[in-house]
């Protein structure tokens, strides 16, 4: 399981031209599920994520976590995170979990993070999305759970 997480100081989502959600200050979270990833594992990177002090206190420091600063979390599926892009030039996605059971864990990953006090909104699993953000720093933490 993989997370890329962004600080943003704002987030637009669209499918098919239509916004489907939006956010201010937080979070962009783009979440992979690899092939065997568990429920324990979603645990770990929604904790991860909910208590990251990536945002900036009274002194300029890296002190404060997404709800520490009244922020949101835009939780983006990405299949694309899994590629092995060991062999050739093209990357290769048979290490993603089939559809089915990423979208289970997708789901349970915002219910997670709704669960630890998070404000959660969702891009919509399998679409092709269009994501606009106003990156905030910028800050990009890679966060992996085998």
Request: a negative charge; charged letters at 25%.
């Amino acid at each position: 399981m993989k997370a890329v997480i962004q600080r943003v100081k704002s987030a637009t989502l669209s499918v098919d031209g239509k916004e489907i959600s939006s956010i201010g200050k937080g979070l962009c979270v783009y979440f992979g599920v690899e092939c065997g990833d568990v429920e324990s594992s979603a645990d770990y990177i929604a904790k991860k994520i909910y208590n990251m002090r990536i945002f900036e206190d009274e002194n300029g420091k890296m002190n404060k976590a997404v709800f520490d600063v009244g922020g949101e979390i835009l939780l983006i599926s990405q299949f694309t995170l899994c590629a092995d892009t060991s062999g050739g030039n093209r990357p290769s996605f048979v290490g993603a979990e089939k559809p089915d059971r990423a979208n289970s864990l997708y789901e349970y990953e915002a219910e997670k993070l709704k669960e630890l006090g998070a404000t959660v909104k969702k891009g919509v699993f399998g679409a092709d999305m269009q994501i606009l953000q106003h990156n905030d720093g910028p800050v990009t933490i890679i966060l992996e759970k085998i």
